[in-house]
Nanobody, 117 residues
């Protein structure tokens, strides 16, 4: 239901752009965002776009989240990447399939981002 792409290997200081598209019948999307999980660590919020945009302090000024609403897609432009940004990045969406549906929470499959020093 969420298809993410765009991860890879990049040198420190480089850039990557992640994308994630929600598919199927969608009535409305409350918010879409990105989380990441590094080895041995808990999953953490990177950025989320809903009524407002929120960034983790560690990525402010370097990462930019954006959405293409007609395409039900969220992007994460990552600049000035650091080795500590290395993690599996997961997209997340909270949406309704119909006007009377309850809120549904979806996760993408995860995409690996590796930043070498």
């Amino acid at each position: 239901q969420l298809q993410a792409s765009g991860g890879g290997l990049v040198q420190a200081g480089g850039s990557l752009r992640l994308s994630c598209a929600a598919s199927g019948n969608i009535f409305s999307i409350t918010h879409m965002g990105w989380y990441r999980q590094a080895p041995g660590k808990q999953r953490e919020l990177v950025a989320i776009s809903g009524g407002r945009i929120v960034y983790a302090d560690s990525v402010k000024g370097r990462f930019t989240i954006s959405r293409d609403n007609p395409k039900n897609t969220v992007y994460l432009q990552m600049n000035s990447l650091k080795p500590e940004d290395t993690a599996v990045y997961y997209c997340n969406a909270v949406l309704r399939r119909s006007f009377d549906d309850s809120l549904l929470n979806y996760w993408g499959q995860g995409t690996q981002v590796t930043v070498s020093s």
